[in-house]
């Protein structure tokens, strides 16, 4: 398909509710994609739910439900935070859907009959982590204990399929470093060229004693390991649409060994194209701290909307830090930053401009804005969403001093008009440039400087 974008973000487990987390890439997708859509590509925008496996298993037991009931109700509360932080996508995926099992099967058995996966399960022992949903090695643990979940790790030792992961070693590293697939920030793409070159092993593809899985379609006694099925879930939507490959994965730093090879390789076996780009986003803290239910500082989508809008928890979650980086983000700086950019920043630049307006009713002729500025649109390719708003308040502020320093009201002639249409066009391209940002907001400032102009309501009333 031409002219077409298709961005995913991980798909989220349902062992609990979702938190600011997972809102994080998500949001950040939802936004690219929003720009994608305004330049009028067809823009494909997956999100969901990563439902199977020992971890979602153990939580379901936990709560006196079925896997099933309990992925139902969880994955309900992922799609109300998304509607509550205005997330437009275009499918939500749950592993348990129908059509994911049935294309997990069949991407399976294509493997298995390409023989890429060994004919007969092995004896495979290892630690494994549930809360991972992965295997450890001793090197990573500390004090005996995964340093992520503090939990110790569960002794492991089953017969398991393989999948000939070791095949695929110098393809990935020409693929990789020839940027047939990119992978951004560059450090991301350094360590993942540094991984490879350590070797690859086969890897295990299969539990012989989990039920709560899709089954494997050549011996349905054993269960797909759920990090390959999960994996799939991209091909599940993007292929019988025709919009295959992916033009960028968004995923967090501790899935790109998943992402950058393990998913390459299945698609290479299978003679299936590459996704483009997959780019890397960092972990965020609170407080300097983990967010932790232990600790008890795990904040809920919700929350922050109930304290800054959804505008303002847009906002202030793509400004805290750079995507790509590491950050922290701490409630005190979101509301000084609130108050400071939002509130007094372009909420107050906006009504001083209507009221202004309304009251000297100026003359002048409107100019179309119908594009994104280059700078803005030049950051987003780069998917450097702080920069592209950084580049936007910088706007903002110049439209401030130029409205203190002009006083266009107390002008004549020629010089009051175009110094009107200058801070209205001005005002307008901001709007036009936070679309995807801050969709509601931008709606309303486009609307109020459309037609004839009357102060409104604040756009952010302070906190
Ligand atoms: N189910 C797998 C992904 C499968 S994709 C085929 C998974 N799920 S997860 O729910 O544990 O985490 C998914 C993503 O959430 C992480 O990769 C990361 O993008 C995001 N984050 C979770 N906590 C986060 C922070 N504290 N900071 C930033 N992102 C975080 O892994």
Redesign the pocket.
């Known amino acids: 398909m031409d002219n077409k974008f298709f961005i995913t973000t991980?798909?989220?487990?349902v062992n609990d509710a979702p938190?600011i987390?997972?809102a994080?890439?998500t949001l950040a997708a939802d936004v690219i994609a929003r720009f994608h859509k305004l330049k009028k590509e067809k823009t494909f925008f997956l999100t969901g739910t990563?439902e199977h496996g020992a971890k979602i298993a153990q939580a379901a037991t936990s709560h006196n439900q079925s896997p099933k009931a309990y992925a139902d109700k969880i994955s309900e509360k992922f799609k109300n935070a998304w509607k509550l932080l205005n997330i437009d996508y275009s499918r939500f995926i749950r592993t348990t859907d129908e059509d994911h099992i049935k294309t997990a099967q069949s991407f399976l058995e294509k493997l298995y009959n390409k023989g890429f996966i060994d004919p007969k399960p092995k004896l495979y022992k290892g630690l494994y982590c549930i809360g991972h949903?992965r295997f450890m090695q001793p090197d990573e643990l500390i004090n005996g204990l995964c340093p992520d979940h503090k939990t110790k790790p569960i002794q492991h030792s089953e017969e398991n399929y393989f999948f000939k992961l070791s095949k695929f070693q110098s393809r990935l590293t020409e693929l990789i470093e020839s940027e047939a697939v990119k992978i951004r920030p560059e450090k991301r793409k350094n360590e993942t060229l540094g991984r490879l070159k350590e070797g690859l092993e086969d890897i295990s593809i299969s539990r012989a004693h989990l039920t709560w899985g899709i089954p494997l379609p050549f011996n349905p006694k054993h269960t797909s390991y759920v990090?390959i099925e999960?994996?799939i879930?991209?091909y599940t939507y993007g292929k019988p649409l025709g919009i295959w490959p992916a033009d960028v994965h968004i995923?967090?730093k501790?899935?790109l060994w998943?992402h950058a090879i393990v998913w390459p390789a299945m698609l290479l076996a299978i003679e299936e194209q590459l996704p483009k780009q997959i780019f890397v986003?960092?972990?965020?803290?609170i407080d300097g701290q983990k967010?932790s239910k232990t600790i008890g500082n795990v904040i809920t989508p919700a929350s922050i909307v109930e304290s800054f809008g959804v505008d303002g928890a847009r906002y202030l979650f793509l400004t805290a830090f750079p995507f790509g980086e590491d950050g922290d983000i701490s409630l005190k700086k979101f509301e000084e930053k609130y108050n400071a950019d939002l509130a007094n920043g372009l909420g107050n630049l906006v009504s001083r401009l209507t009221k202004l307006i309304e009251t000297h009713k100026p003359i002048y002729e409107k100019s179309a804005i119908d594009d994104f500025s280059p700078h803005v649109k030049d950051a987003f390719l780069r998917f450097q969403l702080d920069e592209a708003l950084t580049r936007i308040w910088i706007q903002i502020k110049t439209l401030d001093r130029k409205l203190n320093e002009w006083e266009p009201w107390k002008k004549t002639g020629i010089e009051r008009a175009s110094n009107w249409i200058e801070l209205t066009s001005g005002i307008r391209q901001v709007a036009y440039d936070l679309q995807p940002f801050l969709p509601e907001t931008a709606e309303k400032i486009l609307s109020q400087f459309s037609g004839v102009i009357i102060a409104q309501e604040p756009l952010f009333p302070r906190i």
Request: aromatic share 30%; no cysteine; charged share 10%.
């Open positions: 991980p798909i989220y487990y938190h987390g997972s994080y890439p990563d949903e990090w999960a994996l879930n991209y995923v967090g501790d899935i998943f986003h960092g972990f965020f803290t967010m």
